[in-house]
């Protein structure tokens, strides 16, 4: 069989095709070098993102723990000031119910005063319509 006619194949010496050879090689080692090299740093990068996404995670848990914490300290914080709210409306009920014992136990004060002179006031009345009616004969 004959090869085509625009394909010519040259047979060249062995130590010709032996030093091309080592060429490719050379160049095929460089090339399998920068690969591994190429793969090397695209390792060491993706182990880097990975640890800023975990360090991004590890703070973004953190915020979160911080936001829940502040959330249930202001619950808290709301709970006590109603606590102290219904306190302070319990207090004032006392004071106003203090204040009308006292404004009630003063009038009945000034009742039972009343009604201890109301003997005397009507004898001085008596004595001086007595009077009157005595200067007036």
């Known amino acids: ?14 130590s010709v095709r032996n030093e091309q050879l080592q060429k490719a090689n ?10 591994a090299d190429h793969a090397a740093t695209l390792a060491e990068e993706i ?5 800023s996404k975990a360090e991004m995670d590890k703070a973004n848990d953190s915020k979160a723990d ?3 914490t ?7 914080l709301e709970a ?5 709210k219904k306190e302070i409306e319990q207090q004032k009920k006392e004071i106003r119910s203090h204040r009308q014992y006292k404004v009630n136990k003063s009038v009945a004060n000034r009742r039972k005063r009343a009604t201890k002179l109301l003997p005397c006031v009507q004898d001085i009345m008596e004595y001086l319509q007595a009077e009157a009616e005595e200067t007036e004969d």
Do not use: C, G, S
């Not at 182990?47 to 640890?51: I, N, P, S, V, Y």
């Open 70 to 76: 502040m959330k249930n300290d202001l619950q808290a």
């Open 80 to 84: 006590e000031n109603e606590i102290q």
């Open 26 to 35: 050379v160049e095929l080692a460089k090339l399998y070098r920068q690969e």
């Open 1 to 14: 069989m004959e090869a085509p006619r625009h394909l010519v194949t040259v047979k060249l010496p062995v």
């Open 47 to 51: 182990k880097a993102l990975k640890l």
């Open 66 to 68: 911080q936001f829940q």
